[in-house]
């Protein structure tokens, strides 16, 4: 299957939820092509989160079209655009009681890719490893994910994010539990990945400290709409 | 006799181990609306069976596995509504039901034929039920050993899971295929109005007793295998009928595993608060 070169495209979209009168993100236009860092910020209720999970297609808009990978978020086959896609939800927190460990919740990152009864590869087990190292979460692999403060959970999520080694990465308030030399942490290992991989992140945050200085571009958002950086990016 | 409430009893065990299961699955991945109504139009397949002079076992699994698979290819489409869908067709299954067994030649409610799809009936268990039983019971182990890493992510985070590219609508149709499969293979055992106890009663019970997903999964199936069993030994001791007596048996267990919950919370309050301790 053939991918286009760009992440995603957004043409004249308008989304709106059930029940709601006012659509929650109007006639937005946007193109996001490989290798860039892009930061999308706005108060709250902008249309931020429903921004990113219409670039995924877990939004479809009821006006205009989205592409991820150039597929259209319509369509069934978007499914193989997301496998090249990690993603880190505004609602990453579990409850005490979760017992997933944190190695588990990583390697839950590869189902996509696996077939009927096949496990992880050596590899990959390694890429886990080396990610949480990266992450400074190593030390909590083998501990239940609900037992961790916010800020490690939101880490780990992100590691798991990272180890699938996304094409693109849509990361939707990826600093709301951390701390700041957490946050610097987390910028600067999402720099490097862009730089290294020539992937796209795209962050949404209403906080844009640190992240700002790591940024290609930035785009704010008010009211559903764009009110700059609208475009291509 | 003896034989024969053996067969009952292993059919018992089975379907109530599957139900278990099936309820666990549906409820974690919330399609719990959609089983009831898969349920429902499983008792409607019956009624038609009825009608048809087939098997009813066979009638309710063909309609309940249509109803299963038209309604996850609808919930694939639509992106709101599907409550109302849900409760759509129920109350359509419900209506056919009704008047299927109106329509059929049997005249009286209490005949054996109506009873079975009704209420449930020991003597209805054969051999052949039984391997129906095994049969679905192995392709379900096996379905979930295939794709548990899949499965896994998806009991973990939904969103995560479809997001990350896992055919999340392809899944929730398998399951619900499978909760269409099992509720009319113990169709037969409970009736057709009190399969869906079996279905939620068990788990309801083991997110009491413990809020581990695995452990959850594993109490669900045990607790839903001993309803199932004693229920029909019960009914068999005081000639009660075999469905009734499951649904009430499962939720005396549901009802126990709440107050043991809230002995247990009281007693770590009290323990939490103690002097020595604090």
Known sequence: MRFSEEVVKLKDVWVAYSGSDRPAMRNINLTVSLGKLLLITGPNGAGKTTLIETCLGLLKPYRGSAYLFG?????????????????????FMKPPFETYTVRHVI??????????????????????????????IEDLLDRPIGTLSGG???RAVIARALARRPKALFLDEPFSSLDREGRKLISSVIREYVDSEGASVIIVSHDVNPIIDYADIVVKMENGRIISGEGYA | MLEFLGLALLAAVLSGNLCGAIGFYVQRLKITTLSFSVAHAALAGASIGLILN???VYSAMIVAVASALILGVIFTRVEYGRELISMAVFSTSSAIAVFAIYLSNVRVLATASIAVVLWGSLLAITVEKLILLLLTLFIFVLY?????????????????????????QMHMLIMLFFAGLIISSSLRLTGGFLVF????????????????AHMQLLVSSILGASSASSGLIVSYILDWPVGATIALVSSIILLSA??????????RRRCLSCPMLG
């Open chain 2, 144 to 168: 979930i050993l295939a794709y548990k890493i899949q499965i896994d992510s998806m009991l973990y985070d939904v969103k995560m899971a479809e997001a990350e590219g896992i055919n999340v």
């Open chain 2, 197 to 212: 106890t079996l279905l939620y009663n068990p788990v309801a019970a083991s997110f009491q007793i413990s809020r581990r």
């Open chain 2, 258 to 267: 709440y107050i043991a919950k809230i002995i247990v919370e009281a007693a």
């Open chain 1, 71 to 91: 597929v259209d978020t319509r369509s069934w086959r978007v499914r193989y655009s997301r496998k090249m896609c990690g993603f880190v939800p505004q609602d």
């Open chain 1, 152 to 154: 490690q959970q939101q």
């Open chain 1, 107 to 136: 390697r839950l990152g590869f189902a996509p890719y696996k077939s009927i009864f096949e496990s992880l590869t050596e590899d990959e087990n390694r890429r886990i490893q080396r990610i949480s190292e990266l992450l400074e």
């Open chain 2, 54 to 56: 087939l098997d009813p």
